[in-house]
Structures are given as structure tokens and as C-alpha cells.
T-cell receptor, first 114, second 114 residues
Framework: NAGVTQTPKFQVLKTGQSMTLQCAQD?????MSWYRQDPGMGLRLIHY???????DQGEVPNGYNVSRSTTEDFPLRLLSAAPSQTSVYFC?????????????FGPGTRLTVT | AQSVAQPEDQVNVAEGNPLTVKCTYS??????LFWYVQYPNRGLQFLLK??????LVKGSYGFEAEFNKSQTSFHLKKPSALVSDSALYFC????????????FGAGTTVTVRA
């Protein structure tokens, strides 16, 4: 198993550009989520999904879109990048919603918006 | 609203000495509590969790944590620290009744000196 994979590892965008951060897992996990990590703030939940076709907002959803067309993939789209979106983004998955399983995290994408 | 506090930004210990990383939480109802570790330029890795039962939870790499309901704390401990334990540690909480929101603390950087 590759676990949770994320691409790209690094990205630099100009203000106003759009892009998609890719996330995939090969563990057949129903639950997937996106977090951003900022210094001194821990991880904050952006969006999550409890299964294919089902997504919902987390704590900081503004400026981001998600979709879940398959169990394996959960891309995060930045519609119009802003410097405030400079951060490290982590995708995570876990086996089943509603159960206290731990989450598995990808290696992260470091995004800089200039 | 649920929240996690990690009162120490940094913890420094000598190799072989006991290591404690503090965590207190606030949540409605029963908590599910987690500890994750992040090594430089890596994603988060699960260490241990408290769901119910014995207040002392044992996890990976010789770590353990004690759940204290009256003090709403879940401190991470290791009896004898190793240089390789140097990393960023995150405490996280969710309400047992709410699967969809896992709240993280800001993180504590642990440095173990040889």
C-alpha cells in the first residue's frame, strides 16, 4: 500500500491563479479530509468527505472547493489564490466515519502564494 | 466549541530523562483523544488514542498517555527519551458524538539532546 499520496510536494502561485492539489489513498477508506498547517496554529480542517459524492465544510472552507467522485481521490481546488493561503496542506483518510479510528496523513504540499 | 491547548511551545530534555508533553482539552460530552507526531518535512503519524476504559494508554515507540477526566488533560509521556524522539507533537480531540470535527492543538516541539 502506498497509503495517502499528495501531489505536488511544492507549488508557487501568483495571486489570483487557480490550482488543484491532488490526494489519493489506496486503503479503501471512506473518510477523507483536507487540513492546512500554519505555524503556531496546529492543523485546521478545510473540507471533509464521508464517501464518494458526499462532501462538507470544515473550519476554514472559504476559498477552497472539493469534490469526491471516487473513493480513492479527493482533490482540493484553490479558486483564486491569495497570500493568506500560503500554508502546508495535508490530506488525511480514515477507515469508517462514525468510528474512533486514527487518521492517516499524506506527506503534505507546501504552497506559497506571492 | 471544542478546543485543545498545548501550553508549551517547546520542551527540551536530555536523552535518558523522562519526557512529558502536556495537553488539556475542552469538548461537549465524552472525548476521543489522540496524539500525533510530525518529523521534519513529513506528514503526521499516529501515536496513540484514548476512547474509553483504562485511563493509561500505551502507544507506539514507548509512548504512553494518561487521561484525566477531572483535569480534562491527556499528557503524553515517555520514561526515557531518545534523540530520535525530537519532533513536533500534536494533541487532538473530538467529541464522541461528532465524527466530523477533529480539533488539533498548536503543537509542541520536543528537542532531546544527547
Amino acid at each position: 500500500n502506498a497509503g495517502v499520496t499528495q501531489t505536488p510536494k511544492f507549488q508557487v502561485l501568483k495571486t489570483g491563479q487557480s490550482m488543484t492539489l491532488q490526494c489519493a489513498q489506496d486503503m479503501n477508506h471512506e473518510y477523507m479530509s483536507w487540513y492546512r498547517q500554519d505555524p503556531g496554529m496546529g492543523l485546521r480542517l478545510i473540507h471533509y468527505s464521508v464517501g464518494a459524492g458526499i462532501t462538507d465544510q470544515g473550519e476554514v472552507p472559504n476559498g477552497y472547493n472539493v469534490s469526491r467522485s471516487t473513493t480513492e481521490d479527493f482533490p482540493l481546488r484553490l479558486l483564486s489564490a491569495a497570500p493568506s493561503q500560503t500554508s502546508v496542506y495535508f490530506c488525511a483518510s480514515k477507515r469508517t466515519p462514525g468510528q474512533p479510528y486514527e487518521q492517516y496523513f499524506g506527506p503534505g504540499t507546501r504552497l506559497t502564494v506571492t | 466549541a471544542q478546543s485543545v491547548a498545548q501550553p508549551e511551545d517547546q520542551v527540551n530534555v536530555a536523552e535518558g530523562n523522562p519526557l512529558t508533553v502536556k495537553c488539556t482539552y475542552s469538548v461537549s460530552g465524552n472525548p476521543y483523544l489522540f496524539w500525533y507526531v510530525q518529523y521534519p518535512n513529513r506528514g503526521l503519524q499516529f501515536l496513540l488514542k484514548y476512547i474509553t476504559g483504562d485511563n493509561l494508554v500505551k502507544g507506539s515507540y514507548g509512548f504512553e498517555a494518561e487521561f484525566n477526566k477531572s483535569q480534562t488533560s491527556f499528557h503524553l509521556k515517555k520514561p526515557s527519551a531518545l534523540v530520535s524522539d525530537s519532533a513536533l507533537y500534536f494533541c487532538a480531540v473530538r467529541a464522541a458524538s461528532n465524527d466530523y470535527k477533529l480539533s488539533f492543538g498548536a503543537g509542541t516541539t520536543v528537542t532531546v539532546r544527547a
